[in-house]
């Protein structure tokens, strides 16, 4: 049998203390794309609420812009209506 050859213990604990770092950061990865699809889903239904709302709104004034910083709204003329369809 051939004698089995190690690396100094300083350059073990080195390499090791290396890659602990590499999966702590790969876990922080992780952690925050999972934090990210959560968030993109709640977007997706903050945007679906906020189109039923806009529908709700349509049935009660028509089709008609709203300022959101005081609540007035413009009728939307049909030709912006027609631009919007064509784009």
Same mark, same amino acid.
């Not at 952690?31 to 959560?38: F, G, N, R």
């Not at 709640?42 to 709302?53: G, N, P, R, Y």
């Not at 709700?56 to 413009?74: A, F, H, M, Q």
């Given at each position: 049998? &051939?004698?089995?050859? +190690? *690396?100094?213990?300083?350059? #073990?604990? &080195?390499?090791?203390? #290396?890659?602990?770092? *590499?999966?702590? /950061?790969?876990?922080? !990865?992780?952690?925050?794309?999972? @934090?990210? %699809?959560?968030?993109? %889903?709640?977007?997706?239904? *903050? @945007?679906? &609420? ?6 709700? #709104?349509?049935? &009660? ?9 005081? /609540?007035?709204? $413009?009728? !939307?003329?049909?030709?912006?209506? =027609?631009? +919007?369809? =064509? $784009?």
């Amino acid at each position: 049998m &051939s004698k089995v050859e +190690k *690396i100094k213990k300083e350059e #073990l604990e &080195s390499i090791q203390s #290396l890659v602990k770092e *590499i999966n702590n /950061g790969q876990n922080q !990865i992780g952690q925050i794309e999972t @934090q990210k %699809h959560m968030i993109l %889903h709640q977007v997706a239904e *903050i @945007q679906k &609420s906020l189109k039923d709302f806009q529908n709700k #709104l349509e049935e &009660s004034y028509g089709k008609v812009n709203v300022n959101i910083v005081d /609540g007035t709204i $413009t009728p !939307i003329e049909q030709e912006e209506e =027609d631009v +919007k369809a =064509d $784009t």
